[in-house]
Structures are given as C-alpha cells and as structure tokens.
C-alpha cells in the first residue's frame, strides 16, 4: 500500500510560480510512474503531467507544456511538479498518483494510489 501527500499550492498571482511535491510512503516508488491531475468545475479528471518510475519518460498536456516540468528524486521518494508562468485557469485542486508500472498513464483510471489533492489558486 503506497501512501501519497502533496504538498506545495497555495495562492499566486498570475505569472508567478508554485513548485508542487508528491512524497511516498508504504512501497518501493521506484516501481512506480506518477501523474499529476486536476479537475476544473464542470470538466473532467485530466493529467496534466505524468513521469515514468526511472524519469525517462515525461508527458505534458498541451495547455502546459513549456510551464509545468515534472521530475523526480526516487532516493528521497518524491515527485515535483514545478509550475511556472501560471495562468489563472491553472486555479484547481491537484492530486498526485501512483501506479506501478513501466511506462507511463494518462488515463486516471489506471492509477491505483491518491493524494489527498493541494490547491492551487492564481490571481489575475
């Protein structure tokens, strides 16, 4: 059972930047690939970003691409997701997840383990 908490949103104003941190506990994170996802009232769960267990693989949804970089540091059991020039339509809770695995997931129905979720507000 893999344990995730995020860590790092709070309240920006727009252009500004907010590093997000997803630590795990309970499993061997190495074997897993996380995503980042969010949800927009009224719109569906969608990954924003997604990074394989060893970092070689990255995915960035269009509207992030060039701002958001995800990375990870597997010997402290964390993965980042630095956000930079936000908008104010990046305002949303965002929720890491885990699942094992090889490659990389987009879909939020192939993740086995949540965070509670951080939020992230940013001002115009």
């Known amino acids: 059972q893999v344990q995730l908490v995020e860590s790092g949103g709070g309240l920006v104003q727009a252009g500004d930047s907010l590093r997000l941190s997803c630590t795990a506990s309970g499993g061997t994170f190495s074997s897993y690939a996380v995503g980042w996802f969010r949800q927009a009232p009224g719109k569906e769960q969608m990954a924003v970003a997604a990074i394989s267990r060893n970092g070689d693989k990255i995915y960035y949804e269009d509207s992030v691409k060039g701002r958001f970089t995800n990375s990870r540091d597997n010997s402290n059991n964390t993965v980042y997701l630095q956000m930079d020039r936000l908008h104010a339509e990046d305002t949303v809770v965002y929720y890491c997840?885990?699942?094992?695995?090889?490659?990389?997931?987009?879909?939020?129905?192939?993740?086995?383990?949540w965070g509670q979720g951080t939020p992230v507000t940013v001002s115009s």
């Open positions: 997840a885990a699942v094992m695995t090889s490659t990389i997931k987009v879909l939020s129905t192939a993740y086995e383990y």
